[in-house]
């Protein structure tokens, strides 16, 4: 028996078909075009998965189920999309609309969440009692998996960890509060204080390294700067770290998870960005002192499948 | 079928007996004598629920179990607690040496998750699917319930939530960190607030109602002066809601419980705490603004209560 993962994004519908340990053995996408109808983005998602089904030889009655991954807040008993900002998605009955197509029991979850679940069965958490997985990316996407099962509060809409204050008072994020996780832990956040550090010091390696164009600041040019020596690369990866390390020493205080895993491109570093990582924890929590195991920090393993994977695992 | 529910203090050791439906039937107390050992401590234990048990002219086989909430870490499936400062517990096998003078299975918890259980059982959460109850006093306790269950993470340590850093590089904590949110929504850190401000304000009515001696500061002062009309008094009280408030809107983008349950003596502050604790976790959380509902706020009701109705309820 097999299962159909649908990851659904702002810029592309993505679609596996999945065997029953997780592998994807055919995908395929299609662009979202984001501005659409609700009913013509279904459509598209419906006619991707009908094709791959035939492409492979198979039938629908090979499948148990199609899950899908979603940006936004669902409705996971109804099958529904609440709302979603960057597909403008508000009371979707996706379930319902997709089985117009393929009559097959359709799971809906939040992308964040199916991706940490993704990890949890099948990637760097697997196996674990209690899992967090955060993705530093152009903010803070965060999922969290509790003995086996995604954990989304009572309304679907936990788990928004980028949204946690760490700074009362700090800076203003797009969600209305000052001081969110994201805006100092995020890649974006790495790249807005790569460029305050370089435009303060002119003489610095960073400034070299991008011509003096500091548009083209990426956030990894200050771990490639401190690699290198530089004294301001050094210290915007010191205190990054310690923005990111401060988030997860509370996800430690708060969830004592067994495994936290880090998705996103600065993952790249490996252990330059998680050996002082861990130091911050066991530093910043109490249960190391006293011989308690704490989490281990891993770097994710799902990639790009995570979606598809994670939903395809989807159940009731 | 009977319990016996143990609320194990650095104070005092208290001891009831519970019947099916969570009642205290009979209880009672003896001083915990802290700095003793602790094989003399769960002897006193042992005493106290036998005594109580033939008060009643009840014997052991009409109980089911016997639950201990205990300050520190316990290591709930061994039945010990691996570690606790106030009572200088260390690795203590607390199952097996009470079970030296009782027969009968024996569950440890922590008591500030506890304390949250018997709010979700039989207090102000009963019924809700994930709540989190939260004690402002000397610190901030608390504990969480998801699904039913008392929510501890791989190592039951989790749930620390006075241990989450609202204000990096803030005040120093005792657990090591900077800016725990305990440092500002504890009734400790209401008193310290006022004390500032109360010196800083040597015109205000506060200082007028402890005759000018600070020492004589408690958390409701500064709520009293409020309430007839004082700036300075309104002021504190403004800013330490707020500090709770940063806290409560992160507990409830982590965990979107359905029920938030506030303890500690400022609670008796009622509608005039709850109503702008209420509009401020509305204003920094965007479920309201899409109508998904989000936690309801309300006051502890197990009261002294929650710890051995709390511990009388855990099972395996």
Known sequence: MFYIGVDLGGTNIAVGLVDEIGNIFS?????????????EIIKDMATLILD??????????????????SPGVPNCSEGEIVYASNIKFRNVPL????????NLPVYVNNDANVAA????????????????????????????????KI????????????HMVVEM????????RRGCWELYASATACIRQTKKVASENPQSLINKLVDGDLNKIDAKIAFDAAKRGDIAGQKIVDQYIKYIGEGLANIVNI?????IVIGGGVCKEGEFLLAPLRKHIEENTFAPSHNIKIAELKVAQMGNDAGIVGAAMLRE
């Not at 791959?52 to 991954?69: A, C, M, R, T, Y």
């Not at 379930?95 to 393929?102: A, G």
């Not at 969830?255 to 495994?259: A, D, I, Y």
């Open 117 to 148: 679940y993704a990890e949890s069965v099948k990637g760097a958490a697997k196996g674990a009692k209690c899992a967090v997985a955060i993705t530093l990316g152009t903010g803070i996407g965060s999922g969290i998996v509790v003995d086996g």
């Open 151 to 162: 954990f989304s509060g009572f309304n679907n809409a936990a788990s928004e960890l980028g």
């Open 169 to 176: 008072d700090g800076e203003q994020c797009g969600c209305g």
């Open 255 to 259: 969830f004592q998870p067994e495994v």
């Open 27 to 39: 995908k395929n996408s299609v662009p979202t075009h984001r501005e659409r109808e609700y009913s």
């Open 52 to 69: 791959l089904i035939n492409k492979e030889g198979l039938k629908i009655e090979d499948f148990q189920s199609i899950g899908v991954g």
């Open 95 to 102: 379930r319902k609309e997709l089985q117009k197509y393929i």
